[in-house]
């Protein structure tokens, strides 16, 4: 069974610190996806992830993936009140199915709150 | 292009009443999905189509839900009888088939079971 396993799934910190949000999978697949929740809100994407070695940023943010250790990590540089919401990352293995079934497994979601 | 739509946005209905949620793809996105979401819970697939196929209807709950896809633009998810556990936020998303790239998500229905 895949897993995609999300840590930590709540983190307090405040603003002006580092931080970074891994997710574990349990399969091979090489595209990683990113999406930001908001409270109240749909899930919105942020970055995508489509080989090893990927590495992605906007602003504060920057995600990486490595496919040899079915790892990708979102690193927060100075965080600030405004990053504050729900992070998933979510697997993508659809391109692997034989019956090319869609899959996409969503993590449980880490939810980061930044103290002014 | 609008996105996913979704209606209603919020819907409040007594226990047993029949809940029909809409939803309407993105346009040339042929694959299609209901999710779930509660706090307790988290995220759930409950069901998702390509090319209108019902592909893995493994994550609906119960024979109480059902989803159809009658056309490449629209979409049901069906609850009769619906009950208070029923209560979540149903979110439904859309995706080139095949193709490379992430699910885009429509803004909701937040259900309330009374």
């Known amino acids: 069974e895949l897993k995609v396993e999300q840590n930590p799934l709540f983190l307090s910190m405040q603003e002006g610190k580092n931080y970074t949000i891994y997710c574990n999978y349990s399969?091979?697949?090489?595209?990683l996806y990113w999406y930001r929740q908001d409270p109240g809100k749909s899930l919105e994407s942020l970055f995508v992830?489509?080989?090893?070695?990927a590495v992605k940023q906007e602003g504060r943010l920057m995600a990486s993936l490595d496919t040899k250790a079915r790892l990708s990590t979102l690193h927060i540089t100075a965080a600030v009140h405004d990053l504050s919401a729900t992070y998933f990352c979510?697997?993508?293995?659809?391109?692997?199915?034989?019956?090319?079934?869609?899959?996409?497994?969503f993590g449980k979601g880490t939810r980061l709150h930044i103290l002014p | 292009d609008a996105g996913v739509i979704q209606s209603p946005r919020h819907e409040v209905t007594e226990m047993g009443q029949e809940v029909t949620l809409r939803c309407k793809p993105i346009s040339g996105h042929n694959s299609l999905f209901w999710y779930r979401q509660t706090m307790m819970r988290g995220l759930e697939l409950l069901i998702y189509?390509?090319?209108?196929?019902?592909?893995?209807d493994s994550g609906m709950p119960e024979d109480r839900f059902s989803a159809k896809m009658p056309n490449a633009s629209f979409s049901t998810l069906k609850i009769q009888p619906s009950e208070p556990r029923d209560s979540a936020v149903y979110f439904c998303a859309s995706r080139p088939w095949g193709l490379v790239g992430e699910q885009y998500f429509g803004p909701g229905t937040r259900l309330t079971v009374t």
């Open positions: 399969t091979t697949s090489d595209r």
């Open positions: 979510a697997v993508d293995i659809a391109y692997q199915t034989m019956n090319r079934d869609d899959k996409i497994i």
């Open positions: 992830l489509l080989s090893n070695g």
């Open positions: 189509f390509n090319n209108n196929v019902p592909i893995d």
